[in-house]
């Protein structure tokens, strides 16, 4: 009877150890980074590896420095997604304005099915502010994240600050409707102001009055084409020239309907 015992004892035990090893197996989703309330930080320009576990999501963020604000772009670099639920095997990546990670604020989102670089429609991103990151993935997965600058300049809320009478070499990353980069400048009493430009590529210059880019001043739509020396004298809507002593608000934005980046050297002087 001690021998049955000790015998029955042994399956039992055989039995729950293998019932445990096969639940540990079919449970294993992989790990995902950070959270919602505590997300993982990266630093611009530094690779950072991570991982998303299936049907979870990863959270990131990162802050563009003080005098930083323009277009950012992230590169996914060594995409391997595994079990996947989905054919498309992809990985959906939503970049928001705020830590809440609420639909109201998120400023893009775009997907891809191996390693790319994504481009957030070009959007100009404030300097100092914290933007936050949700990766997605039909599966389980690992990669590389790096997050780096952008080819725009500026930002509404932190436009690039021109020098009366100083060339700035400055450039534009997008297309014909995504991409802008924004300038500001502060008037002397002089009333006409002329707009010098040695650029790449045609593009628009659009002049506001206002720091929210609203109220147009002066529009030179698709006549700031590629070339030497070429010249638009900024007046306002009475043909009367601009205000003295006041800062103007300066968009520029490129016309190709393919992306690309266009350079040029900007000069704003008062007109003699």
């Known amino acids: 009877m001690f021998y049955y015992l000790v015998f029955v004892l042994i399956l039992i035990i055989g039995a729950c150890s293998v019932e445990t090893e096969e639940t540990s197996t079919t449970s294993d989703y992989g790990t995902s980074d950070g959270s919602a309330s505590s997300p993982v930080e990266l630093t611009v320009g530094t690779a950072k590896e991570g991982s998303f576990a299936k049907y979870g999501n990863s959270y990131y963020k990162f802050t563009p420095a003080s005098t930083a604000a323009g277009s950012y772009k ?41 390693s790319c670089t994504l481009y957030f429609d070009y959007e100009g991103l404030d300097a100092s502010k914290t933007y936050y990151l949700k990766i997605y993935g039909y599966g389980k997965g690992t990669y590389s994240l790096t997050m780096s600058q952008g080819g725009s300049e500026g930002s509404k809320n932190n436009p690039v600050e021109l020098t009366l009478g100083t060339a700035h070499s400055g450039k534009v990353e997008g297309t014909s409707y995504y991409g802008k980069s924004y300038y500001n400048f502060t008037t002397s009493p002089t009333d006409n102001y002329t707009l010098t430009m040695t650029n790449s590529d045609s593009m628009d210059c659009d002049l506001y009055s206002d720091s929210g880019f609203s109220t147009l001043v002066s529009s030179t739509h698709s006549k700031c084409t590629a070339g030497t020396n070429l010249s638009a004298t900024f007046k306002g809507s009475s043909g009367s020239g601009l205000s003295g002593s006041t800062t103007y608000y300066l968009r520029i934005e490129g016309q190709s309907s393919t992306a690309k980046t266009s350079t040029y050297n900007i000069r704003i002087a008062a007109t003699d």
Do not use: F, P
Not at 84 to 107: F, H, I, K, M
């Open 74 to 114: 992230l590169a996914i670099g060594s995409l391997s997604i595994s079990d996947s639920w989905s054919s498309s095997s992809s990985v959906t990546t939503y970049l928001y304005s705020d830590s809440g990670y609420s639909s109201s604020n998120q400023l893009d989102s775009e997907s891809c099915l191996a």
